[in-house]
């Protein structure tokens, strides 16, 4: 079992989206599975550019992106995985930005432009993506940042299989917020809401790495083979 994570978020060490995926791949490593986190803000690469050539008749392969950069391998690795988590704070309602353009490029090349529209990724696999905001979950909910989380989480279940989400909210921003313009925020409350919950955001997370690697989806053609 492999599974690889992906971290779109700038901060690499430390900081609340590194720290869920790590404990992700914490637990798959406990039972057994290998392991990749691929940093995405380390590398050079773009979003999808509409060149439309994972959809010619000619092309000699499915779901291959004809741009050449760094994130190429990546989605070669893509190929072999088990399970894919992926990981990115939420800005302005939506993915950051190396997260939103690495959700193109993944996924486009296995959207299917036919009348079945099915995926052409060669098999299911599990998927799951983490999340983490500064905002309290009551006030996500109502600027509507859960219809984007939902909208990521169809096209993940379209091109590959079961996608579980995990939100970890009101999450610490600074390490000091006496350094930072933060009048906005109750910087005693970040700091005890940090030390008492996400602990246990944390443990979500770690169990969601078991699950990932303890499951596999079943492919659909071998399941109507068997009946």
């Known amino acids: 079992?492999?599974?690889?994570?992906?971290?779109?978020?700038?901060?690499?060490?430390?900081?609340?989206?590194?720290t869920l995926l790590e404990n992700a791949l914490k637990g798959a490593k406990s039972v057994?599975?290998?392991?990749?986190?691929?940093?995405?803000?380390?590398?050079?690469?773009?979003?999808?550019?509409?060149?439309?050539?994972?959809?010619?008749?000619?092309?000699?392969?499915?779901?291959?992106?004809?741009?050449?950069?760094?994130?190429?391998?990546?989605?070669?690795?893509?190929?072999?995985?088990?399970?894919?988590?992926?990981?990115?704070?939420?800005?302005?309602?939506?993915?950051?930005?190396s997260t939103r353009a690495f959700l193109e490029r993944l996924l486009f090349p296995y959207n299917k432009y036919a009348?079945?529209?099915?995926?052409?990724f060669p098999r299911r696999i599990n998927t799951a993506m983490i999340y983490t905001m500064g905002a309290p979950e009551e006030i996500a909910?109502?600027?509507?940042?859960?219809?984007?989380?939902i909208m990521t989480k169809?096209?993940?279940?379209?091109h590959f299989g079961a996608c579980e989400v995990l939100l970890s909210t009101d999450?610490?921003?600074?390490?000091?917020?006496?350094?930072?313009?933060?009048?906005?925020?109750?910087?005693?409350?970040k700091i005890k809401r940090h030390a008492e919950v996400f602990p246990e955001d944390c443990r979500r997370a770690f169990e969601l790495g078991v699950r990932m690697a303890s499951s596999r989806v079943p492919d659909p053609e071998s399941m109507l083979r068997s009946e």
Request: net charge negative; proline share 2%; charged share 30%.
């Open 1 to 18: 079992m492999r599974i690889m994570a992906f971290n779109g978020s700038p901060r690499k060490q430390k900081w609340n989206t590194v």
């Open 32 to 97: 057994g599975a290998k392991t990749e986190l691929v940093q995405l803000y380390d590398l050079r690469f773009s979003g999808c550019i509409s060149c439309f050539s994972c959809k010619k008749l000619s092309r000699k392969e499915d779901g291959v992106c004809a741009v050449q950069d760094d994130l190429t391998p990546v989605l070669d690795r893509v190929k072999e995985a088990d399970a894919l988590i992926i990981g990115s704070p939420i800005y302005y309602g939506c993915e950051s930005a």
């Open 115 to 120: 009348k079945d529209r099915r995926s052409l």
């Open 141 to 149: 909910k109502e600027i509507g940042f859960d219809r984007m989380t």
């Open 154 to 158: 169809m096209a993940m279940e379209n």
């Open 171 to 189: 999450t610490l921003q600074f390490s000091d917020y006496d350094e930072y313009e933060s009048e906005a925020f109750d910087k005693e409350a």
